[in-house]
């Protein structure tokens, strides 16, 4: 079952390639700074550098080289605490959420062509092994989650 799975999420994101790349081009971004835009994209708050780092589980510094790139690429805004001046708060930019905005809808239009490509009875079978794993909720949030 578990390969079946992995092998559905693979068709997926190969169906979805295309798509996203074409968002992604002329892109100059790091796997870990397009990481941190999509975990900053999914924040409630602003968190300090740090704390973006353990949420990706990176190195203080490698976190904050990206944000440093991010905020040069006006993609992320940094501030000051207003407790703790020597810790940096960040969030996305309108910029960096309109790039996110991209990713999501590129993926989503993948996932759309993937659907529209499966018979009626395949889509409901799909929608009916979904039900109840969609009815959990966010029981198995990932570490990075804000």
């Given at each position: 079952m578990t390969d079946d799975v992995v092998g559905f999420l693979s068709h997926l994101k190969k169906s979805g390639e295309a798509h996203i790349l074409g968002v992604a081009a002329g892109l100059d971004l790091s796997f870990s700074q397009l990481r941190a835009m999509f975990v900053l994209?999914?924040?409630?708050?602003?968190?300090?550098?740090?704390?973006?780092?353990?949420?990706?589980?990176?190195?203080?510094?490698?976190?904050?080289?990206?944000?440093?790139?991010?905020?040069?690429?006006?993609?992320?805004?940094?501030?000051?605490?207003?407790?703790?001046?020597?810790?940096?708060?960040?969030?996305?930019?309108?910029?960096?959420?309109?790039?996110?905005?991209?990713?999501?809808?590129?993926?989503?239009?993948?996932?759309r062509e993937c659907v529209e490509s499966l018979s009626d009875r395949e889509r409901e079978q799909l929608a009916?092994?979904?039900t109840p794993i969609l009815a959990r909720g966010d029981q198995s949030a990932t570490t990075t989650a804000c």
């Open positions: 994209a999914d924040c409630q708050d602003e968190p300090a550098v740090h704390e973006l780092a353990g949420r990706l589980g990176l190195s203080m510094v490698t976190a904050g080289r990206a944000v440093q790139a991010l905020t040069r690429a006006d993609l992320v805004t940094r501030r000051e605490d207003e407790r703790d001046r020597r810790v940096k708060r960040v969030k996305l930019s309108e910029h960096g959420r309109a790039l996110v905005a991209g990713f999501v809808h590129a993926h989503r239009e993948a996932v009916k092994a979904l």
